[in-house]
């Protein structure tokens, strides 16, 4: 069904930027996709959320994200981007795309495989 691929990370120093995009693949016209986001994991924590972004253009960023990060949205793509600033170390982690949305009338949930933002003092 539905495929995501993650783009754009890598190993930048601290204050630099990163953008990392999220291609979603599968959908049609019973599979399809509300919102995508951003989430990540750093090791030994839990998998957080970063931004997310409705088929609206209605926004979500935790905390740690505003001011810095900016998600954006391709509906004809089916791509969302993360542009990220101002990075700090603690902001290394592995960064995840997931998709929301519904195959015929049941809620689904999606998950790219994950991209490696490494970010050095």
């Known amino acids: 069904q539905v495929q995501l691929v993650e783009s754009g990370g890598g190993l930048v120093q601290a204050g630099g930027s990163l953008r990392l995009s999220c291609a979603a693949s599968?959908?049609?016209?019973?599979?399809?996709?509300?919102?995508m986001g951003w989430y990540r994991q750093a090791p030994g924590k839990q998998r957080e959320l970063v931004a997310s972004?409705?088929?609206?253009?209605?926004?979500n960023y935790a905390d740690s994200a505003k001011g810095r990060f900016a998600i954006s949205r391709d509906n004809a793509k089916n791509t969302v981007y993360l542009q990220m600033n101002s990075l700090k170390p603690d902001d290394t982690a592995v960064y995840y795309c997931?998709?929301?949305?519904?195959?015929?009338?049941?809620?689904?949930?999606?998950w790219g495989q994950g991209t490696q933002v490494t970010v050095s003092s």
């Open positions: 972004i409705m088929t609206t253009g209605s926004t």
């Open positions: 997931n998709a929301g949305g519904r195959v015929l009338f049941d809620t689904r949930e999606w």
């Open positions: 599968g959908t049609n016209i019973v599979v399809k996709i509300n919102t």
